[in-house]
């Protein structure tokens, strides 16, 4: 199958919502004026979600949900929250969910099943931490197994995320060849379209995106100018 690489902008806890509106305004203006034609998915903070005007297909989606419509989840929002503006994508499984918010598999299996009922977008990401890396490829092999555990691989609607945590924010990006035999391993359990994400940035996005098996990025650090973003994606237009 071919297709168009896919790029996806994680912010983090970064923009305000008046800076999220003025990114988008410049992401789809410039956009427009490359002629980029894919869609771009663009993960504001919860603030910031809001319904978009764009001439371009910028898809907003959130960083994180609850499963539920609505209730008592202090802190927290869900599907009431997102449908107010049109929302239909979600991350899940991010590390810095699992690790420093302690999300656990089985929380994030309930809340993927949770989003895939109600037809949502997925972008789930896997990864493993620096200590299974260096245990060699069956460790990393197991641990990415275990984080599929739950998981429909088989959603239509689903986008997978390699994210290496020790590449995560670091400025370590993983070697092409590192991407290219993980890769090849997620591709045997799930024929999902997968990106690569750490520290994915414009000297480097075009090296990454041309590994076989890569089907675009999750940039967190390097999508939070939108200049830069943009130059990551005119590199990447059109290519296959
Ligand atoms: P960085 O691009 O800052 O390494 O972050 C990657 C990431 O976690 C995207 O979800």
């Known amino acids: 199958m071919t297709m168009r690489k896919i790029l996806a902008a994680n912010f983090k806890t970064n923009h305000t919502r008046a800076s999220t509106r003025a990114y988008v305004k410049a992401l789809d203006e410039g956009m427009g004026a490359m002629g980029y034609e894919e869609e771009v998915y663009l993960f504001p903070p919860a603030t910031a979600l809001d319904r978009f005007e764009t001439a371009n297909d910028i898809r907003v989606g959130a960083q994180n949900a609850y499963p539920t419509v609505k209730g008592s989840f202090t802190g927290e929002i869900g599907l009431e929250q997102l449908e107010e503006f049109g929302i239909e994508t979600v991350l899940l499984g ?29 972008i789930y990401c896997i990864g493993e931490p620096l200590e299974v890396r260096e245990e060699g490829d069956e460790a990393v092999r197991r641990y990415l197994v275990e984080q599929f555990e739950g998981i429909d691989t088989s959603y239509e609607k689903l986008i997978l995320a390699y994210e290496p945590v020790w ?10 060849e590192l991407i290219e035999t993980t890769h090849a391993q997620i591709k045997q359990l799930s024929d999902a379209p997968l990106l690569y994400g750490g520290s994915v940035k414009p000297a480097n996005i075009a090296d990454i995106l041309a590994v076989p098996g890569c089907d675009g990025a999750l940039i967190g650090t390097a999508s939070w100018e939108v200049e830069s973003m943009l130059s990551m994606l005119s590199q990447v237009k059109g290519q296959k």
């Open 167 to 176: 590449a995560i924010g670091t400025g370590k990006t993983a070697t092409p």
């Open 94 to 122: 991010h590390s810095e969910r699992r690790h420093l918010l302690g999300e656990s598999q089985s929380f994030i299996a309930n809340k993927f099943a949770w989003f895939k009922e109600r037809d949502f977008r997925i």
